[in-house]
C-alpha cells in the first residue's frame, strides 16, 4: 500500500523560506512522475512543481525561480524547497506520486487528476 507523509509546513513572514518533505512509503523505482500541489478554501488543486524519473521538472509561472523540487531516490523522499515567499503561497501542500507520466502533467490544467496517491496535506502560512 502506498503511503505518502508531508512534513515542514509551518508559518514564516514574507520572504522567508520552508523546506517541505514528502516521505514515500514505497520506491516507484525508475519509473514515476512525483508533484507537489497546493489547495486554498474554494479552488481546485493547482500543480506546483514536478519531477519525473527522467529528470525532468516543471513549474507552475507562479513559483518559478522560487521553488526548487527534488527527489531523494535511495530514501524515497520528495522535497519542495520554497525560498522568498509571498502571502499568495499561502495554501494547504499536498504530495503525489504516480507511475511515469512527463513532470509536465503536474502543472497542467486539471493536473491533480493524474495522480492516485496523495499525502493528507501540510499547511503553509505566509505574513505580509
Known amino acids: 500500500q502506498v503511503q505518502l507523509m508531508e512534513s515542514g509546513g509551518g508559518s514564516v513572514q514574507a520572504g522567508g523560506s520552508l523546506r517541505l518533505s514528502c516521505t514515500i512509503s514505497?520506491?516507484?523505482?525508475?519509473?514515476?512522475?512525483m508533484g507537489w500541489f497546493r489547495q486554498t478554501p474554494g479552488n481546485e488543486r493547482e500543480g506546483v512543481a514536478g519531477?519525473?524519473?527522467?529528470?525532468?521538472?516543471a513549474y507552475a509561472d507562479s513559483v518559478k525561480g522560487r521553488f526548487t523540487i527534488s527527489v531523494d531516490n535511495a530514501k524515497n523522499i520528495l522535497y519542495l524547497q520554497m525560498n522568498s515567499l509571498k502571502a499568495e503561497d499561502t495554501a494547504m501542500y499536498y504530495c503525489?506520486?504516480?507511475?511515469?507520466?512527463?513532470?509536465?502533467?503536474?502543472?497542467?490544467?486539471?493536473?491533480?487528476?493524474?495522480?492516485?496517491?496523495w499525502g493528507q496535506g501540510t499547511q503553509v502560512t505566509v505574513s505580509s
Open positions: 519531477i519525473d524519473s527522467a529528470g525532468e521538472t
Open positions: 503525489a506520486v504516480e507511475g511515469f507520466r512527463p513532470a509536465r502533467m503536474v502543472t497542467a490544467v486539471n493536473g491533480a487528476n493524474a495522480f492516485g496517491y
Open positions: 514505497v520506491s516507484f523505482e525508475n519509473s514515476y512522475c
